[in-house]
């Protein structure tokens, strides 16, 4: 039985650095490159969403803190209010990072646990209905 409040936080330091982390947002913004729904609420240059993503990701799941050091509070739900976010934008999002999740073979073991951060993180952020 896993009784561990925040099994989340545990994946960084069993995973044991950042690499993982890199090569799922590479993987996650493989999709989004080519997501009609999804690509034109990104900027024409990723680096920026992709390196605000993996600080993120890496400060989540328990690594070093420089997504707040950089960025402040996350406030997720208030940094994605200018974005239309419906049920097929977050079917969307869910749907390229499942597939970003499969092809990071680091992330395996705790492929059940980030799942399920996922979707109740995405269905948080749905802002605007169907
Ligand atoms: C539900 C569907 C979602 C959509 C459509 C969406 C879309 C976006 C967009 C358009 C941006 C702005 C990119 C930029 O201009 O830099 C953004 C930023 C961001 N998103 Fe999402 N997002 C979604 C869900 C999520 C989820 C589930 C997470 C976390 C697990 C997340 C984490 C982030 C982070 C960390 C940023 C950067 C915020 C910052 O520091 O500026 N997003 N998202």
Do not use: C
Not at 49 to 77: C, D, N, V, W
């Amino acid at each position: 039985m896993n009784i561990d409040p925040d099994p989340v936080s545990n994946i960084y330091p069993a995973v044991g650095g950042d690499e993982a982390f890199y090569q799922l947002v590479e993987e996650f913004y493989k999709g989004v490159e080519s997501d009609p729904l999804l690509r034109p609420l990104y900027p024409k240059d990723l680096a920026e969403p992709k390196r605000s993503l993996a600080l993120f990701m890496i400060q989540r799941t328990g690594g070093p803190g420089t997504y707040s050091q950089e960025r402040g509070h996350p406030r997720m739900r208030a940094r994605h209010l200018p974005f239309r976010i419906t049920t097929k934008e977050r079917d969307a999002w869910m749907r390229n990072m499942e597939a970003a999740l499969d092809a990071v073979p680091a992330l395996h073991p705790h492929r059940a646990t980030l799942q399920e951060f996922f979707d109740n993180f995405s269905t948080f952020m749905i802002n605007t209905p169907d």
